[in-house]
């Protein structure tokens, strides 16, 4: 992410700078998906040289941060090992509850294919069973012109697109113009967990699944 070393270098911390042991880039431990294999310059867009940033919608890699953060936390404060490892490994176990659950209620729907507006979510669809066709964006942050809309409108009609992807934070005129076009839904998901009210990891992703599932079955009817 382009303003981490900006923030690093403004915290003036020396123990969380990149290469001390405060310093922890969870996603070395994770499978990065759309890792450039060119330079990487702004006529591309927003994209990101180390990868999709998106990656902790998928369980798998949430499990596998967890891991590697009670592994570093047991590091720097070795008297607190066991208590950072038996609550890696209470999370680890709630989640893969979880994502069982949440395979299993999307277990009808898998190969549907969607479009989303922003490349985020790539890894959650992937892990659930989902099938990105399109992006409403032709590149990520930049603004789809009136012809990529058009593409994209074809691409569902043909494909018989139920669903059409997109976090609270975009403006949804032209995603819900795209969707009506073709006969489609757009589903307004959350881009985070409300930190501010407490929602954790786990919910967030309830969310996320349980949304889906009811707008894929509203739209089955």
């Not at 113009?177 to 839904?185: F, T, W």
């Amino acid at each position: 992410m382009v303003w981490l070393p900006v923030l690093l270098t403004g915290s003036r911390n020396p123990t969380i700078q990149r290469g001390s042991a405060g310093y922890l880039d969870v996603s070395s431990v994770v499978e990065l998906k759309e890792v450039p294999q060119v330079k990487v310059d702004r006529s591309m867009g927003d994209v990101h040289p180390g990868g999709n940033p998106h990656y902790l919608v998928d369980p798998q890699n949430a499990e596998r941060v967890a891991r590697a953060l009670a592994t570093r936390l047991s590091a720097l404060d070795a008297a607190g090992s066991r208590s950072y490892q038996a609550a890696a490994q209470a999370f680890i176990a709630k989640l893969r509850a979880a994502r069982a659950r949440w395979l299993a209620a999307l277990g009808p729907y898998r190969g549907t294919p969607v479009v989303a507006y922003h490349k985020s979510w790539v890894y959650f669809t992937e892990a659930m069973g989902l099938r990105i066709v399109a992006h409403l964006e032709p590149k990520p942050g930049i603004p789809p012109s009136a012809a990529h809309v058009l593409r994209v409108v074809q691409t569902m009609r043909a494909g018989r697109v139920p669903l059409l992807l997109q976090e609270e934070y975009y403006p949804d005129r032209t995603a819900k113009l795209a969707a009506e076009k073709a006969g489609a839904r757009v589903l307004v998901l959350p881009g985070g967990a409300r930190l501010d009210r407490g929602e954790s990891y786990l919910t967030r992703m309830e969310t996320l699944v349980t949304r889906v599932v009811a707008a894929l079955k509203e739209v089955r009817r």
